[in-house]
């Protein structure tokens, strides 16, 4: 089999194996215990955390761990705008924003009463800034905007929305899960307030992610998980101490960074093979990640070759593939139920070999024969 999903979710690399191995082995003590193991693992935590800190131009005390990017993008939104009801009811996003965003949004909208404004993205995925910045009123209370669409590779423009946001004093929250360590980041340049990030994504280990808040000790943020005051008493629980080690690994391992140019070399070889199919790219030309393309072909079933082909990819976002209905990604940028039933979302990294990709492309051609 050939993977062709790291979108969705990645291996670990050797470096974050070994050091999530070693951490099970010997940082099982509680980080919050006052005896030498517990305060060793804690000191072990809080390098993490000022790692994280250090790689999208933050302080160590805005850095909160979290499950993973969902429960950063709950605590983010949820977590600010219920404790800020007085600063106005009304929210921005995108209507491609990943599933959670959106479930987030509409139990606002449902049990809070909140007005959420969805703005549509043009034809080639990107959201247009100035049609977010038009939508800011008196009574908007926070911006979310993700950093990079999970079905398209979309870049939108985070910098000209988050300079509007500051602009007007408005909060602004970008999902980067898969952004982060493929696109350089500076929450100070970029104007952001609040960021979502996932290690799984990054090659580290599944339930561990990170949320930055920007003056964290100054803001309101109600807690989704009430415990026992750990993260700052926005995040109950024991922390996982390995899977932030883990976590540490991955951010620190630069592969990622050291192969963008290799995976942007398939990324072309594949765009240019399939356009040889009779086929197009939904992803953009420009302003996009060289790990994600989104390829629609003639006469193509892609549930069918999604199911039993070798080579795994998926029809859209894995958490929302399992379902026999057409992306809402693809519809927002203009396709009809048959073009999106006619699409695959291919994600390749730095493990993606050139073989396979010629191999891909063979079946492909076989599939729509």
């Given at each position: 089999m050939i993977y062709l999903d790291f979108a969705a979710s990645t291996p670990l690399l050797q470096s974050v194996k070994e050091e999530l191995f070693r951490a099970f082995e010997e940082e099982y003590a509680n980080p919050s215990s006052a005896h030498k193991l517990g305060l060793l693992s804690a000191e072990k935590i809080e390098d993490v955390r000022s790692l994280i800190a250090d790689s999208i131009g933050a302080y160590k005390s805005e850095i909160l761990f979290t499950s993973g990017a969902t429960e950063s993008n709950n605590l983010a939104i949820k977590g600010y705008v219920l404790a800020n009801r007085s600063k106005g009811r009304h929210i921005i996003t995108s209507s491609i924003e990943h599933k959670?965003?959106?479930?987030?949004c509409h139990f606002l909208e449902?049990?809070?009463d909140y007005d959420i404004t969805y703005i549509p993205?043009?034809?080639?995925?990107?959201?247009d800034a100035q049609d977010v910045i038009a939508a800011m009123r008196e009574d908007t209370v926070l911006v979310s905007i993700m950093h990079v669409n999970n079905e398209l590779g979309s870049i939108q423009p985070i910098a000209?929305?988050?300079?509007?946001?500051?602009?007007?004093n408005i909060k602004f929250h970008v999902d980067a899960a898969q952004s982060y360590k493929k696109i350089p980041i500076d929450v100070d340049e970029l104007n952001i307030d609040m960021l979502s990030i996932s290690a799984h994504k990054i090659y580290g280990p599944k339930g561990i992610g990170a949320v930055y808040i920007r003056d964290l000790r100054e803001t309101r943020i109600q807690p989704v998980i009430h415990g026992a005051g750990q993260e700052y008493g926005?995040?109950?629980?024991?922390?996982?101490t390995p899977l932030i080690l883990g976590f540490g690994a991955a951010v620190k391992d630069h592969t990622i960074e050291h192969s963008i140019n290799s995976v942007l070399g398939l990324n072309k070889y594949l765009r240019e093979a399939v356009s040889e199919l009779g086929g197009i790219s939904n992803t953009p030309e420009q302003q996009f990640i060289p790990h994600i393309l989104n390829i629609r072909l003639p006469n193509f079933d892609a549930s069918q070759f999604v199911t039993n082909s070798m080579y795994l990819c998926s029809q859209g976002s894995a958490c929302s593939s399992m379902n026999l209905e057409a992306s809402y990604v693809l519809k927002a940028i203009g396709a009809s139920f048959e073009e999106s039933f006619s699409s695959i979302r291919l994600s390749i990294s730095h493990q993606t070999e050139i073989s396979s990709i010629k191999d891909l492309i063979f079946q492909l051609k076989v599939y729509i024969d």
């Open positions: 959670c965003i959106l479930a987030i449902k049990e809070h993205p043009q034809k080639n995925g990107v959201v000209t929305i988050g300079q509007a946001c500051f602009d007007k926005l995040r109950g629980g024991t922390l996982a």
